[in-house]
């Protein structure tokens, strides 16, 4: 991050997006943190006890001493799989959270600098604008705005 006299404004005029963009990243990246386990979980399975894994055979005894077959959604690879799938969306949600904020700081830094920079020039004496190109200036004005924005 670029700190420094004329950034820091920024931050703390929009601290609230900055702290939702790390919470999203964050959340990202510690949830991206479980596929290998998960994924681990389930190849220890399919290679060790294949059927027991994906609950074939597999029974449960009541309190009435009933034997019943255990629903595929109750066994470990059904979990496991449906741990996967809310990982994905919390990562893909997480994704698309820091995306839209991070945009959404630079399109409001980017609306202020204009609109500093058009404050300035309507403070500018005439004299100077006789010495100055205006498509120099209008140039300048619209490059160091596409810089920053980048």
């Known amino acids: 991050m670029i700190f420094g006299k004329y950034i820091n404004k920024y931050y703390r ?6 702290l939702l963009t790390i919470l999203f990243d964050i959340v990202v990246d510690v949830v991206q943190l479980l596929l290998p386990k998960i994924t681990g979980f389930i190849l220890k399975g399919i290679n060790y006890a ?5 609950g074939e055979g597999v029974t449960s005894l009541n309190v009435d001493g009933v ?15 449906i741990s996967l799938t809310v990982i994905t969306f919390i990562i ?6 820091w995306r839209f904020f991070s945009a959404r ?3 409001h830094i980017e609306h202020d600098l204009r609109y ?8 500018m004496s005439l004299q100077y604008y006789a010495s100055k190109k205006v498509g ?3 140039s300048y004005m619209t490059a160091d705005i596409q810089q920053v924005k980048q």
């Open 13 to 18: 005029k929009y601290w609230y997006f900055f």
């Open 50 to 54: 294949p059927a027991a894994f994906m």
């Open 67 to 81: 034997i019943t077959p255990v629903p595929f959604y109750a066994s470990s690879f059904a979990r496991a799989m």
């Open 92 to 97: 893909v949600f997480g994704r698309v959270g």
């Open 105 to 107: 700081i630079g399109a």
């Open 116 to 123: 500093e920079m058009y404050e300035n020039i309507q403070k």
């Open 136 to 138: 120099g200036l209008m």
